[in-house]
C-alpha cells in the first residue's frame, strides 16, 4: 500500500473522510517533502482534522482497524499553574491539546485542592510538556508538587450554641442555634438532622441552618480542610418575630458548626494509597526498608515473572515523588502503580507541622 500528497483517505476509527496535504519525510529537524510514502516508510503529515493518536488510516474501499498501542498508565504527577493572568486564559486549551497529542499524558482539576493536575511517566517528561506549552502554545506555565487533601473530623459528640445578634438603626438581626455534632463511620457522607420542637425556630428558618452548616463544613477549624465523616443536628434556639431572617440563621448554623467542631477534638484525615511495587528480586529488600521509613504497611509478597511484587498501604503525602525514589533504588528497572483506598488520621506530631505551615501560608 500506499498514500499520497494532496489525495483523501478514510479514518477507520471515527467514520470520516481526512483530506492529506503534502507528505514529508523527517530528517533531523529538516522535513523534506515527498509525493508518495510507501509501506514500510515512516513520514510526517500536517493539519489533519480528525485524525487522532492511535487512529488508523486506509482507502475506504477497504476499511481496517489496526488495535491501537496500549500506553503506560502516568506514574507522575505536578500541580500546573499559568506565570501571568494571560497564560491563565490559554492554559485549558494548550492543555487539551497536549494530552490529545500524547496519550501518557492526563490532567485533571482535584476538587478538592483546586488544583490542575498533570500527570506523565517521570519528571522529565512534564518539564518537557511544559516547555513544549510554551514554544508551542505560547503558554507559561510553573510545575509544583501536587498539595495532598487533607480532610478533618471530630472524634467525640460536642454541642455548641451560637446567637447572631446585631441592633443597628431600623431592623436588627437575630438568630439564635443551638448544634449537637456526632462523628460517623470513616468514608460517610456529612448528615444533618433537626429536632426541634415548639416551634423554637420556626420551619422555615430550618433549610438556612443547614446552608450555613454546609457552608461551614468547606472549611475546618485545624487548618481549614473540609470537614468529613459528621452528622449536625440543630435541636434547639430562638428567633425574633422582626428581626430574624434566613441569613441571620445561616450565620448563627455556620457559627454553631466552627464552635462545635473545636469542642468535638477535631483531627486531620490523609489519604491512604494501595501500592503494588514491582522489582527485581536484588532490591526487594532496599524497597521495603524505604517502604518503612514513608510510614507504609507492608501487606504481602509475592514473585511474579521473575520480579517481586509488594503490595502495601502508604499515605499519599509520603509517595509524592516515588516514581523518583523507585528509579534511583533499583536502577530504573522497578515500576509501581497505586490507587485510592481510605482516610486515616494523621499521627499528631504530622498533624501539627502540617497545622503550622497552613497557618505561616494563611499569614
Request: charged share 25%; proline share 6%; glycine share 10%.
Amino acid at each position: 500500500g500506499g498514500i499520497d500528497s494532496n489525495s483523501q483517505v478514510w479514518n477507520a476509527m471515527r467514520s470520516g473522510v481526512e483530506r492529506i496535504g503534502q507528505l514529508f519525510i523527517l530528517r533531523g529537524k529538516t522535513q523534506e517533502p515527498v509525493s508518495q510514502l510507501g509501506a514500510g516508510d515512516i513520514g510526517a503529515v500536517a493539519k489533519l482534522s480528525l485524525t487522532n493518536t492511535g487512529d488508523t488510516l486506509c482507502s475506504q474501499a477497504q476499511p481496517v482497524k489496526i488495535v491501537p498501542i496500549l500506553f503506560p498508565e502516568p506514574t507522575f504527577s505536578e500541580a500546573v499553574y499559568p506565570k501571568t493572568k494571560a497564560d491563565l486564559d490559554k492554559l485549558g486549551a494548550a492543555l487539551s491539546r497536549l494530552s490529545e497529542e500524547d496519550p501518557t499524558l492526563q490532567v485533571h482539576r482535584e476538587a478538592d485542592t483546586g488544583e490542575t493536575i498533570l500527570s506523565g511517566l517521570g519528571e522529565t517528561h512534564l518539564e518537557v510538556a511544559a516547555e513544549k506549552m510554551l514554544r508551542k502554545f505560547g503558554v507559561g506555565v510553573g510545575l509544583d508538587p501536587p498539595q495532598v487533601p487533607y480532610k478533618e473530623t471530630v472524634t467525640t459528640s460536642a454541642k455548641a450554641e451560637y446567637k447572631h445578634k446585631k441592633q443597628t438603626g431600623g431592623h436588627g438581626q437575630y438568630g439564635h442555634v443551638l448544634l449537637e455534632l456526632a462523628p460517623l463511620p470513616r468514608g460517610s457522607t456529612p448528615e444533618f438532622a433537626s429536632k426541634v420542637v415548639g416551634g423554637s425556630i420556626p420551619r422555615n428558618y430550618i433549610p438556612a441552618v443547614e446552608k450555613g452548616v454546609n457552608e461551614a463544613l468547606h472549611e475546618g477549624v485545624l487548618a481549614r480542610y473540609p470537614v468529613v465523616d459528621i452528622k449536625t443536628t440543630v435541636y434547639d434556639g430562638s428567633y425574633h418575630p422582626v428581626d430574624s431572617s434566613e441569613i441571620c440563621f445561616k450565620i448563627a448554623g455556620a457559627g454553631a458548626l466552627k464552635k462545635g467542631l473545636s469542642q468535638g477534638q477535631p483531627i486531620l484525615l490523609e489519604p491512604i494509597m494501595n501500592i503494588r511495587v514491582e522489582v527485581p528480586e536484588s532490591y526487594t529488600g532496599d524497597v521495603i526498608g524505604d517502604l518503612n521509613t514513608k510510614r507504609a504497611r507492608v501487606q504481602g509478597m509475592n514473585p511474579e515473572a521473575g520480579n517481586n511484587v509488594i503490595e502495601a498501604q502508604v499515605p499519599l503525602a509520603e509517595i509524592l515523588r516515588y516514581t523518583i525514589d523507585l528509579k534511583t533504588m533499583t536502577q530504573g528497572r522497578g515500576s509501581y502503580n497505586a490507587e485510592f483506598s481510605h482516610y486515616e488520621e494523621v499521627p499528631s506530631h504530622i498533624a501539627q507541622k502540617i497545622i503550622a505551615e497552613r497557618q505561616t501560608k494563611k499569614a
